[in-house]
C-alpha cells in the first residue's frame, strides 16, 4: 500500500467521449488510475493491473497505470465518475467540492473495475 | 451542391468559428479531437420517457411540469451546454416554481466568480491576447487536452497584430504535474498540490521587492524560479494569466484565485497583464450572464421566498443535495451523475429527476422523466458566450425529430403557468 495525493482533471479522451458516457470508449478514458514509475513499480504492478484507491470519503477499484512524469506520491484519475468516488465532497462554504489534492491510499487488487452502470448501482 | 457549410463549434469555451461541416459526410473539418467527436453521430436518446416508458413529448413535458410545481423546492442544474434563449427561459421556470437554479460553474470556475466579486477581474479578449500577449502563463490549465484549439488560435502560436511568431511570445506553464501543455512551454514549473496560493503570494513579495521576505522554497518550488518568473512577469509588454481548474477545484478555491488577480493588479502597476479563466462548456459564460441579467447573480440562485438570493455555501447544488435539501430535480445540458461526488449522486438518486439532453450519460440512468433534445450548434440555433463573453451566433445546419431546449422549456413554462393557476 501507497499514500498519494489525488488528483483528478480532463483528458483529451475524457473529453472526446464525455458525450457517449455509456460506451466502452468512455468506460476505458475514465476508469484507470495514473501513478508514478516509482510508485507503480513499488505496487509490483503490470499494465492491466488493477488497484483500489481509498481516501476518507470513499474507495474504488480502477486500472493502474504507470505515467513517467509523475512524481512520486501523486495520483491522476481523469475527471469523472471514478475519481468521484473518492474525492472530498466539502465545499468549505464556496459550492465547489475538493475534486484535486486528496490524501488516499493506492494497494493491488484483483476485485474487479464496476462499470458505469455498476458504478451508479452502488453509490 | 456545395455541401460544406461554416460553423461554430458548440464544445469548449474556445467557440471556434472557424470551422466547416460536412453534410453529406457528416464530418467537421478544422476540429480538434474534442470538436470532431461533438461533430460526429453517436448514440442518442431515442424518445421521451415517463419510467422508462416511450411516450409523446407533451406528456413528458406535462409530468415534467407537475413534478416541479408539486415539488418544494426543486433544483434546475446544468445550462452549460445549451443557448442562452433556452437560459433565460430556465431562470423564468426556477423563479415560478420557486426552486434553486444553479450551474455548471458552481463545480469548475464559480470560485473564481467569488474572487472577482472581492477584487474585480483586469480581463481581456482572446483577440488582445493574439494580438498582443507576449507572455502567456498558463496556471493550473491544460489547453492541450481541454481546449486544443486555443493555443494555435490565441495563445501560443497565434499569430496577431503585435506578436508576428511563437518567439515573440514567452509561454509558462504552472501546474502539479507535468501536463501534455507543459510540453509546449519555454518554463514549467511544477508546484506542489494545493500551494498555489503561498506560490502566488511569494511571486507578489518579489515582485514588491520584498524577496527577502520569501523562503528558499516555496510549495516545492525553488526561490531562484520564483525570482525568474517575476522578473520575466515584470518585464513582459503585455502578459495573461489564464488560470484553470488546478486554481479553483484545490485547497484555496476562490482564495487561489483572489491571491492571482493581487498578482495582476500588482504587476499593472509596471506593465500590462491580464487575468482570465479558461471556461470549460462552450456557453458556461452564459449559464452565468444569463441569470446575471435576469436576477443580478450568476449561479446558486435560490427562489424559494420569491426573489432572487445568493449564497454558494447554501445554494449550490452540491450543499444542496449533500443537506438533502431538493425535492425534485431538473437537470439539462449536463451530467451532475457523473461529475459530482457521491454523496451528492447519493441523493439524486432518491428524489425525482427530469432530464433534458441530446445524448445518453449517468444521469438518463437515474431519471424519471427523459427529455431527449436537439444539439445546439447543429440542429438548433441560438447564441452563446465565448469564454471571454464574446456573444456569438450558433446555427442550425440539419434538420431534426429532436426539440430544442428552447422549445421544450417553453411548454413546460406554460404547463407550469396552467398548473398554478
Known amino acids: ?123 | 451542391m456545395a455541401e460544406e457549410v461554416n460553423i461554430i463549434c458548440t464544445f469548449c469555451g474556445s467557440v471556434c468559428d472557424d470551422v466547416q461541416f460536412d453534410l453529406e459526410k457528416f464530418k467537421g473539418k478544422k476540429f480538434c479531437k474534442l470538436g470532431s467527436s461533438k461533430f460526429s453521430k453517436k448514440e442518442r436518446i431515442k424518445a421521451p420517457m415517463i419510467d422508462g416508458k416511450e411516450v409523446s413529448y407533451e406528456e413528458a413535458i406535462e409530468k415534467a411540469a407537475e413534478i416541479l410545481v408539486n415539488a418544494k423546492r426543486p433544483l434546475l442544474y446544468g445550462w452549460a451546454s445549451t443557448v442562452n434563449e433556452a437560459i433565460r427561459l430556465g431562470v423564468l421556470l426556477t423563479e415560478k416554481v420557486r426552486g434553486v437554479y444553479d450551474q455548471c460553474a458552481s463545480v469548475c470556475h464559480a470560485p473564481g466568480t467569488l474572487a472577482l466579486i472581492e477584487e474585480g477581474v483586469p480581463g481581456g479578449s482572446l483577440g488582445e491576447i493574439k494580438n498582443r500577449a507576449d507572455m502567456v502563463v498558463f496556471w493550473g490549465s491544460n489547453p492541450m487536452e481541454a481546449h486544443p484549439r486555443h493555443p494555435v488560435r490565441y495563445s501560443v502560436r497565434a499569430k496577431g497584430l503585435l506578436i508576428k511568431d511563437r518567439k515573440d511570445r514567452k509561454v509558462v506553464v504552472v501546474d502539479v504535474r507535468k501536463t501534455k501543455s507543459a510540453n509546449m512551454a519555454d518554463l514549467f514549473i511544477q508546484i506542489k498540490p494545493g500551494y498555489d496560493y503561498p506560490v502566488l503570494s511569494a511571486l507578489r513579495a518579489i515582485i514588491k521587492g520584498e524577496e527577502d521576505a520569501v523562503p528558499e522554497e516555496v510549495g516545492g518550488v525553488k526561490k531562484e524560479q520564483l525570482k525568474e518568473l517575476a522578473e520575466m512577469m515584470k518585464s513582459a509588454k503585455y502578459g495573461a494569466v489564464l488560470y484553470g481548474l488546478g486554481v479553483t477545484q484545490s485547497r484555496g478555491r476562490d482564495r487561489n484565485v483572489e491571491n492571482a488577480i493581487k498578482l495582476i493588479q500588482l504587476l499593472n502597476r509596471y506593465t500590462r497583464w491580464i487575468i482570465w479563466p479558461m471556461r470549460g462548456h462552450y456557453n458556461v459564460v452564459g449559464a452565468g450572464e444569463v441569470p446575471a441579467w435576469e436576477a443580478g447573480y450568476t449561479y446558486a440562485i435560490d427562489f424559494s421566498r420569491g426573489y432572487p438570493r445568493f449564497s454558494p455555501g447554501e445554494f449550490s447544488a452540491n450543499e444542496i443535495l449533500q443537506r438533502g435539501d431538493c425535492d425534485a430535480a431538473l437537470i439539462i445540458a449536463s451530467d451532475p451523475a457523473a461529475h459530482f461526488p457521491k454523496v451528492s449522486v447519493k441523493h439524486l438518486k432518491k428524489i425525482p429527476v427530469i432530464q433534458i439532453d441530446p445524448f445518453p450519460n449517468m444521469t438518463t440512468l437515474l431519471s424519471d422523466v427523459v427529455i431527449p433534445s436537439a444539439v445546439a450548434g447543429l440542429e438548433a440555433e441560438g447564441t452563446a458566450y465565448r469564454m471571454d463573453g464574446i456573444p456569438f451566433r450558433v446555427k442550425k445546419i440539419v434538420d431534426t425529430e429532436y426539440w430544442s431546449d428552447e422549445k421544450i422549456l417553453e411548454l413546460m413554462l406554460e404547463k407550469v403557468n396552467e398548473l398554478q393557476r
Not at chain 1, 483500489?52 to 470519503?57: G, N
Request: proline letters at 3%.
Open chain 1, 1 to 123: 500500500m501507497i499514500e498519494v495525493e489525488i488528483i483528478s482533471g480532463r483528458t483529451l479522451d475524457q473529453g472526446a467521449t464525455v458525450e457517449e458516457k455509456l460506451t466502452d470508449e468512455y468506460f476505458k478514458a475514465v476508469n484507470y488510475c495514473e501513478l508514478s514509475e516509482e510508485d507503480f513499480n513499488a505496487l509490483n504492478l503490470s499494465e492491466g493491473d488493477r488497484v483500489r484507491v481509498k481516501t476518507d470519503f470513499g474507495e474504488v477499484v480502477v486500472y493502474a497505470v504507470k505515467n513517467k512524469d509523475l512524481k512520486k506520491g501523486m495520483a491522476f484519475i481523469p475527471m469523472g465518475p471514478y475519481a468521484n468516488m473518492v474525492i472530498d465532497p466539502n465545499t468549505d462554504g464556496t459550492g465547489m467540492p475538493q475534486f484535486k489534492g486528496i490524501k488516499g491510499v493506492v494497494e493491488k487488487t484483483e476485485d474487479k473495475v464496476l462499470t458505469v452502470k455498476e458504478l451508479i448501482e452502488v453509490i
